[in-house]
């Protein structure tokens, strides 16, 4: 069954450097979405993509934050100038979205960010 | 109020047992309910997807939905040592524009451990 991948498995940064975590959603998948999880708390909302652009962000998405789809498989994002608090897991999510709305979202195992 | 409200346990129940998980909302425009589950380092895997008020089965698994409360359950039955997890309740719906890029509101995800 296919899947969506996300690279590295753990990433370990210094507070202030930039990261770039990866993901390749399902192949005929046209709806990205990034969320995040701290320790102990709820999976939140970061972002979703559809059509090469940003479709809608949460307030946790600032100036620091970036996606793209730099090719035809690969989906990123970047955090500029990490801090302590970005830690936590990072999920990639992709969903068909062809007929409608209609069409759930499959994860990622995620990537794990530790900031020290 | 939260958005989305789910009990966090920790459950425990010993094997064969029939296991009910529950959330509310509190936002009438949800209109698609998810559950997934997820195991220690790993990322939501999805089990059951409803569109609207019902239930639906799948196997073991049984969801329900009741819009005119905003509750939702997910019923296991003959649950096993092997479900033991993490179980999220996710929704989303239709923004004020009428369209819905499927941004995900989970609960807190409730603890389940079936022991045998």
């Known amino acids: 069954e296919p899947e969506v991948t996300q690279t590295p498995s753990h990433q370990v940064t210094q507070m202030g450097q930039e990261v770039i975590l990866r993901c390749v959603p399902i192949s005929n998948h046209l709806y990205f979405y990034w969320y995040r999880q701290i320790l102990g708390q709820k999976v939140e909302f970061l972002v979703s993509f559809y059509n090469n652009e940003i479709s809608e962000k949460s307030e946790i998405f600032d100036d620091q934050f970036s996606v793209e789809r730099p090719d035809g498989s690969n989906f990123t994002l970047k955090i500029r100038s990490t801090k302590l608090e970005d830690s936590a897991m990072y999920f990639c999510?992709?969903?068909?979205?062809?007929?409608?709305?209609?069409?759930?979202?499959?994860f990622g195992d995620g990537t794990r960010l530790s900031i020290l | 109020q939260k958005e989305v409200e789910q009990d966090p346990g920790p459950l425990s129940v010993p094997e064969g047992a029939i296991v009910s998980l529950n959330c509310t909302y509190s936002?009438?425009?949800?209109?698609?309910f998810m559950w997934y589950r997820q195991y220690s380092r790993k990322g939501p895997e999805l089990l059951m997807y409803?569109?609207?008020?019902g239930n639906k089965e799948d196997g073991r698994f049984t969801a329900q939905v009741d819009k005119s409360s905003k509750y939702i359950s997910l019923f296991i039955r003959d649950s096993q040592p092997s479900d033991s997890a993490t179980y999220l309740c996710a929704m989303s719906g239709r923004g004020a524009s009428g369209t819905s890029y499927g941004k995900l509101t989970f609960g807190q995800g409730t603890i389940l451990t079936v022991h045998p």
């Open positions: 999510a992709s969903r068909r979205g062809l007929s409608g709305d209609n069409q759930p979202q499959h």
């Open positions: 936002n009438s425009a949800f209109q698609y």
């Open positions: 409803t569109y609207s008020s």
